[in-house]
């Protein structure tokens, strides 16, 4: 198994700038919460989604 390099990795929180269009974690739940709920929850100060980008691919 080849390591990680760390500074491959960004973990920020989610912005309406963020590329989710083509986010698919195989889980149609998850995937619907990111594309459509995440950032209205946060706007409404319900939740906090964090987005983890490892070489630009979410």
Do not use: W
Not at 24 to 31: G, I, K, R, V
Request: proline share 2%; charged share 35%; aromatic share 8%.
């Amino acid at each position: 198994m080849k390591a990680i390099n760390l500074s491959d990795i960004d973990i920020h929180k989610m912005t309406p700038d963020d590329d989710i269009g083509y986010f698919d974690c195989e889980d149609e739940d998850l995937n619907e919460f990111i594309r459509e709920d995440a950032l209205n929850q946060m706007n409404a100060k319900i939740s906090v989604t964090y987005l983890c980008q490892y070489k630009e691919q979410l």
